[in-house]
């Protein structure tokens, strides 16, 4: 994942917050980061950490939208996070820098070296995330639960690189299952099917792929 602040000395970057009105947040585990936060106009670099975006229907219903984690940014610009039911929740102690997004259209910047690369670094970064996003729509298109699930495999063992054929999963099966848009129990009893079919083995959060 591209930096926001790569290629910006520590200086310029000390005064870019400084204009850009940069404040950092540091968060525990289970925090929901967007109850005492302005949803109007901000974006969000998380410094280190992992968070999830969820959205909560009239019933109650969970959906996990987007996982981030560290270099990744969030906010008004990337995200529903106006919508009420958006909650925004570490899953680990995580620091979060929030920015005021029409202070980055402040004239203090526009002529300045490390405005120019600092813009450039969003528009990496926010094209990395959207590449992302593009991925998971493909793997929700899947017409079956089967499906969807090798296809998130392959992606992960893709996404690794390590071409072991053996992955570990990110996310709990609960959070694949909302991730991936299928039913907790279908999604059990295909990956039941997966493993006494030769497709994969399971060992708890570890996957070992034979296709």
Not at 30 to 53: K, Q
Not at 173 to 187: K, P
Not at 190 to 207: A, S
Request: hydrophobic share 35%; aromatic share 10%; charged share 30%.
């Amino acid at each position: 994942m591209s930096n926001l602040f790569e290629n910006i000395s520590e200086n310029n970057m000390l005064k870019l917050k400084k204009i850009l009105r940069a404040s950092s947040q540091r968060y525990k585990k289970n925090i929901n980061v967007l109850s005492n936060v302005n949803r109007d106009d901000f974006i969000a670099l998380i410094d280190y950490g992992n968070i999830e975006l969820i959205y909560t229907d009239y019933e109650g219903n969970k959906t996990v939208i987007e996982e981030l984690e560290t270099g990744e940014v969030f906010g008004t610009l990337t995200s529903s996070i106006k919508n009420e039911g958006i909650t925004c929740i570490t899953k680990e102690d995580t620091q979060i820098t929030f920015i005021e997004y029409n202070q980055i259209t402040n004239d203090e910047i526009f002529k300045t070296d490390y405005y120019i690369i600092f813009i450039k670094n969003l528009i990496k970064v926010l094209t990395e995330q959207l590449n992302t996003r593009n991925i998971r729509i493909e793997l929700l298109t899947k017409r079956t639960t089967r499906d969807k699930l090798l296809a998130y495999f392959k992606y992960i063992d893709r996404k690794t690189g390590n071409g072991s054929k053996t992955i570990r999963l990110p996310l709990t099966y609960t959070e694949l299952a909302s991730y991936l848009s299928i039913d907790r129990c279908a999604m059990t009893r295909e990956l039941k099917n997966l493993k006494d079919e030769g497709f994969i083995e399971v060992i708890g959060k570890r996957i070992i792929l034979h296709y």
